[in-house]
């Protein structure tokens, strides 16, 4: 059963870090890849970044280039996003997702993923 955990997300003040991780289960991490989207309240789920399964591939919005870097660790089964120089404007929950599966590439479209978390909150206040 395939099964992805967001943590790491609360309350953050702007210009804070966060360091979200998504915990994997049900299949080979290496075999696909992981993309972190956000959803503010009212808005559609937009990918932020994604990791691709093979050659290390990795997308970034334009909104957080700069600011966010995904990482991953197979031997673990965990995906990571460190969020640096956080906005008012990146407050969202948070989702991991699992799709592209033994691709070189990834892209932050919702239609790449088969595989959702529930999500984490960040919210980026004073």
């Known amino acids: 059963q395939v099964q992805l955990v967001e943590s790491g997300g609360g309350l953050v003040q702007p210009g804070g870090s966060l360091r979200l991780s998504c915990a994997t289960s049900?299949?080979?991490?290496?075999?696909?890849?992981i993309g972190w989207f956000r959803q503010a309240p009212g808005k559609e789920r937009e990918g932020v970044s994604c990791i691709s399964s093979k050659h290390e591939y990795t997308y970034y919005a334009d909104s957080v280039k700069g600011r966010f870097t995904i990482s991953r660790d197979n031997a673990k089964n965990m995906v990571y996003l460190q969020m640096n120089s956080l906005k008012p404007e990146d407050t969202a929950v948070y989702y991991c997702?699992?799709?592209?599966?033994?691709?070189?590439?990834?892209?932050?479209?919702?239609?790449?993923?088969?595989?959702w978390g529930q999500g984490t909150q960040v919210t980026v206040s004073s």
């Open positions: 049900g299949f080979s991490l290496d075999s696909s890849a």
């Open positions: 997702a699992a799709g592209g599966w033994y691709g070189s590439t990834c892209g932050g479209s919702i239609y790449e993923y088969d595989y």
